[in-house]
């Protein structure tokens, strides 16, 4: 499992005789990034719009929710 997620460099390692040492090359904003543009690429065709609607469907988000996401959405492009 470990040398899958070297190969994918999520983590490194330093050699120390016939041991290794295993640290974290990217950190966890970073994964989220990565995890949600896979998510949105592989299964909403690189759409957003079309995976807030999947999730507004399925988990039933009221207007309430909507609302404050959209502040939230305004808030980060300030």
């Given at each position: 499992m470990v040398?899958?997620?070297?190969?994918?460099?999520?983590?490194?390692?330093?050699?120390?005789?016939r041991t290794h040492q295993y640290f974290p090359l990217i950190f966890?904003?970073?994964y989220t990034k990565q995890s949600?543009?896979?998510?949105?690429?592989?299964?909403?065709?690189g759409s957003f719009e079309s995976m807030?609607?999947?999730f507004v469907k399925e988990k039933d988000i009221s207007v309430d929710e909507l609302?404050?996401?959209?502040?939230?959405?305004?808030?980060?492009?300030s």
């Open positions: 040398r899958i997620l070297e190969k994918k460099k999520i983590v490194g390692h330093k050699t120390y005789g966890k904003g970073g949600t543009r896979t998510l949105v690429d592989n299964y909403f065709s807030v609607s999947f609302e404050k996401i959209m502040k939230e959405l305004k808030k980060s492009k």
